[in-house]
């Protein structure tokens, strides 16, 4: 007979599995761990009867699958506060962008810092998710935009999600916008193909390949290339798509079958129908949203009408979504896009997981999946996406270990 390494009775568990009961809700229920993963879950009065190591009562608070932000751009110097004030004062996203900065500011002072530098004020901001729930994190390069930055801000994300215990996944985004010494998008896209990106993967330091498309940026037409390679190398692709514009961003995602397309506010009918039917995972960025006070919404209810998942994230960045919490993220895909409390937590589960090619091992209750496990101290799990600035956080298991 097996033994239990470690047993949770007397909780109440929201597993997330699809095609449950509400939230995939088990009422005085228990679970347990062994080796890291789930070996069983249930109503506690069929718990078998093995040998247990430790048991915990957790008194009638709650276990739901640890939180997973799936897009983030939280390693970068610097802060845009004064860019934010300037969009107070009137000025466009794509102004500030013109005249200079935007991304490039932070590219520059990002390139500016070094190691230690970069770890430091990196790894205070991947805490903050860790508080709240957070065990996996999506983390982007892009603010390099050259070999030496892009390497040194991939290796700071590997190295923050090990000293801390966090599973961060990497994607590589060396486009996201053209540097200043690179005169032409065609010649600035060469050189990510032929020099950075086949660099990165031999250092083995992505998982994934993003790009954005935008007017600002790139042209569908101007990702494709980059896309084509990487698509040969095997790697799997991410966009940022039709925030500001419908840029066919949709459709290229779905072109390549990426795992997600993010933003979407302006996709149009076509864009949805093509990710529904390469199973891309729409990534809402609510933050984003908030802070360029857009007024265009994504189209959930044509997402939902196509049965596309719907997965949401912190889009921490210094420029349009300052923030470092996925649980605000929630609240405002709520009051922001009506989105429900239920589906605001398979945002960031379930959905969030699936966005990462990870829901194999995580982001639902079950067994045989990681035991990657958040303990709350509340009545249901709608609060999560109700309450603002009030953690209820009790405890976080990752791989059934409480960090």
């Not at 997330?16 to 509400?22: E, R």
């Not at 107070?88 to 490039?104: C, F, H, V």
């Not at 086949?198 to 101007?222: G, R, W």
Request: with cysteine.
């Amino acid at each position: 007979m097996s033994n239990f390494d470690l047993v949770f009775t007397n909780t109440k568990i929201a597993s997330m599995q699809s095609n449950k009961t509400p939230y995939g809700i088990i009422e005085n229920a228990a679970l347990a761990i062994r080796n890291g993963k789930i070996a069983w879950f249930g109503p506690e009065k069929e718990l078998p009867s093995h040998e247990i190591k430790e048991k915990q009562s957790l008194n009638g608070q709650w276990i739901t699958p640890a939180l997973i932000d799936c897009h983030t751009h939280l390693v970068f110097s610097g802060n845009r506060a004064t860019e934010f004030e300037a969009r107070l004062q009137g000025k466009s996203y794509e102004e500030i962008a013109m005249d200079g900065g935007g991304i490039m500011s932070t590219v520059n002072a990002t390139r500016n810092a070094n190691f230690s530098s970069l770890m430091t004020v990196s790894e205070k901001r991947l805490q903050c998710l860790k508080n709240e729930g957070v065990a996996t994190v999506e983390i982007k390069s892009g603010y390099g935009l050259d070999l030496e930055t892009e390497i040194r801000m991939l290796e700071v994300a590997k190295t923050i999600g090990e000293k801390n215990n966090i599973s961060v996944t990497t994607t590589f985004l060396g486009a996201h916008t053209t540097p200043p010494e690179f005169h032409e998008k065609r010649k600035y896209i060469e050189f990510l193909c032929d020099e950075v990106l086949p660099t990165v993967c031999d250092l083995k330091l992505i998982d994934a390949i993003d790009a954005y498309c935008e007017k600002i940026a790139f042209s569908a037409a101007e990702i494709t290339p980059l896309f084509e390679h990487a698509t040969s190398l095997g790697i799997p692709i991410k966009l940022h798509a039709d925030q500001l514009s419908d840029c066919q961003g949709a459709e290229l995602a779905a072109q390549f079958g990426a795992l997600s397309a993010d933003h979407l506010e302006y996709t149009n009918a076509s864009g949805i129908k093509a990710l529904a039917e390469a199973g891309t995972v729409a990534v809402l960025l609510p933050g984003a949203f908030l802070t360029l006070q857009e007024q265009r919404k994504p189209p959930i209810g044509k997402l939902r009408s196509h049965n596309i998942p719907i997965a949401i994230a912190s889009d921490c960045n210094p420029g349009t979504s300052p923030m470092c919490t996925l649980r605000y993220a929630m609240n405002l895909a709520s009051t922001l896009f009506q989105l429900t409390p239920e589906e605001c937590l398979a945002g960031v589960t379930r959905e969030a997981a699936k966005a990462l090619n990870m829901i194999e091992t995580r982001g639902t209750i079950e067994v045989g999946k990681r035991a990657d496990i958040a303990v709350w101290d509340i009545e249901h799990p709608n609060e999560l996406s109700y309450w603002l600035g009030f953690n209820q956080l009790s405890n976080l298991f990752i791989q059934g270990q409480e960090v």
